[in-house]
């Protein structure tokens, strides 16, 4: 072999050899300064409140605080670039929901599914159709037969485009036949907002996000986008009762950059295990009219996976795909 060649790969192999040590020795150690929460909507959504409930328990856990940063921008995939391109090293993690898996489907990411290791969910919410308390319409009957008979007039805040609240919309036009003008916003708090400032006639975003101004006075949800009814909405019918076969709904958990190594992933999976069993962390999320739901990450990792496949194929079939 030339020589020059064999100095070129025993360099190789040192340094790989000295890189992996030092990453092995750096985390054995870990955490020993604040890890990033990145949260990839604005302030005041569900997926920021439930971040910030995470953190403020998680501390109990951990040797060192979590502190929650919002990086929104392009329905997600600002924040979700962010955290696949950051060093794998636990001290910028995320919140990962569905938006993991439809994103790099819409051409706006440069990232996919495949560049996040999954930590554990917590929490799965519906989507659900809500407007002004002092709107027209009364019932989810009421609020189509006015979106069909005036096409593209009706405008409906989303999260962000390509976002699980779009697709929402983009699922109900495509088994009703009507047609809505999609309003992005970076986040599902700004979407609210404007719903109560009357820029917009709807939102598809969870009941959880719009549930304050429901109790209000200020807004009415008018159908639920799940099998059954959700509890603390009972009153609220589903879709499904109505006739339309419409289920979507949002996940959100805790996301690592792939490469991460075991031992940090380890610490971090117990860590969270241990927050998200905390009473104190359940009752938050009852609070916030959220619905606790834990799963390990071989179980999220299979969300993930489906979820892939099925927006992949829907955003397709909706001719919204990239």
């Given at each position: 072999m030339n020589p020059k060649k064999l100095v070129s790969r025993l360099l190789t192999v040192l340094c790989g050899s000295v890189l992996l040590y030092w990453t092995?020795?750096?985390?054995?150690?870990?955490?020993?300064?604040q890890i990033e929460l990145v949260v990839v909507t604005q302030a005041g959504g569900g997926t920021d409140l439930l971040a910030r409930t995470f953190a403020d328990v998680a501390k109990k856990y951990l040797p060192q605080p979590i502190g929650v940063v919002n990086k929104p921008g392009g329905g997600g995939a600002v924040g979700y670039t962010e955290i696949a391109a950051s060093r794998p090293d636990g001290y910028r993690i995320g919140v990962g929901?569905?938006?993991i898996s439809m994103l790099p489907h819409m051409g706006v990411a440069r990232f996919t599914a495949e560049?996040?290791?999954?930590?554990?969910?917590?929490?799965v919410e519906p989507g659900a159709i809500t407007v002004k308390e002092d709107a027209p319409w009364k019932t989810v009957e009421e609020f189509l037969s006015y979106a069909k008979d005036n096409p593209g007039k009706v405008r409906v805040g989303?999260?962000?485009?390509?976002?699980i609240w779009h697709l929402a919309a983009a699922a109900l036009e495509d088994k009703t036949g009507v047609k809505f003008n999609h309003i992005p916003y970076d986040g599902a708090n700004p979407a609210v907002v404007a719903l109560l400032g009357g820029h917009i006639e709807a939102v598809t975003v969870s009941p959880a996000e719009v549930v304050n101004h429901v109790r209000g006075g200020k807004l009415r949800i008018l159908g639920i986008m799940a099998d059954q009814r959700s509890k603390g909405f009972d009153e609220v019918p589903t879709l499904k009762e109505n006739g339309i076969d419409v289920t979507?709904?949002?996940?959100?958990?805790?996301?690592?950059?792939?490469g991460t190594p075991k031992n940090v992933v380890d610490v971090l999976i117990d860590a969270t295990r241990?927050?998200?069993n905390d009473q104190s962390f359940r009752d938050a999320l009852v609070k916030l009219n959220m619905?606790?739901?834990?799963a390990e990450a071989p179980?999220?990792?299979?969300?993930?996976?489906?979820?892939?496949?099925?927006f992949k194929a829907l955003m397709g079939k909706l001719g919204i795909a990239k």
């Open positions: 092995a020795a750096y985390a054995a150690d870990y955490p020993t300064r929901n569905v938006e560049d996040f290791t999954p930590i554990a969910m917590l929490n989303n999260s962000g485009t390509g976002g979507i709904s949002t996940w959100r958990g805790i996301v690592v950059p792939k241990k927050t998200a619905t606790w739901h834990y179980q999220y990792q299979e969300v993930i996976n489906r979820d892939n496949a099925f």
